[in-house]
């Protein structure tokens, strides 16, 4: 049987939120799994990332590292598991962007069937992350995915890291991590989505 190819687009500023996509990744691959490691980028202007001390650098060196997602990425992947830090108690508008350029996939009903997951991360313990998470099953519902959360399906998710929604790292300030419990969810995500996965396509 073909491998489950696993796409995992995520925004990241400060390379918190991309060490948890990496876990993810870990995980995939260790059941087999072919994966892409995608960054989404920036949409606001260079002025305002310029004000902010090392913006521009650390998203200059993600950048170097990921490629960005693109709509072929989503066609070609059996799941998508999306990653954002926590902006408001939802998705980063630089995920969102990249899911909004996945109309033409929706219309032609390209994305039906496939298994969807998402993580996220936050500055605190109480900044959002498990809303922003749910909050990314609205889109993942209108695009036909087969949402697939982590459950308490392991026993890493008694460890007291992520929630039964989806892996998550709380980065706190200056930002750090992920710890190894939040690693060990994130794992356990990207195992759980790409079993699923193989089941989806089997």
Do not use: C
């Not at 073909?2 to 939120?17: C, D, E, H, N, Q």
């Not at 890291?161 to 990207?190: D, K, L, M, N």
């Amino acid at each position: 049987m073909a491998a489950p190819k696993i796409l995992i687009p995520f925004y990241s500023r400060s390379g918190t939120v991309a060490g948890l996509a990496e876990a993810v990744a870990e995980g995939a691959r260790a059941e087999g799994a072919e994966v892409r490691l995608r960054r989404a980028r920036e949409v606001v202007p260079a002025e305002v990332i310029a004000s902010v001390p090392g913006w521009k650098e650390q998203a200059d060196a993600l950048n170097a590292k990921y490629e960005a997602p693109t709509i072929e990425d989503a066609e070609w992947a059996d799941a998508v598991i999306f990653g954002t830090p926590t902006r408001f108690g939802s998705v980063s508008s630089e995920l969102k962007a990249y899911i909004d350029s996945l109309g033409g996939l929706w219309q032609q009903g390209k994305l039906v069937g496939k298994a969807g997951s998402a993580f996220a991360g936050s500055s605190q313990p109480h900044g959002g992350n498990e809303s922003t998470v749910i909050s990314l099953w609205n889109p993942l519902a209108h695009l036909g995915f087969i949402i697939v959360p982590t459950g308490y399906a392991d026993g890493v998710m008694f460890a007291g890291a992520g929630s039964p929604y989806g892996a998550s790292v709380i980065s706190g300030h200056p930002p750090s991590g992920p710890t190894e419990a939040e690693i060990a969810v994130a794992r356990f995500q990207g195992k759980r989505v790409t079993q699923v996965a193989r089941k989806l396509i089997a």
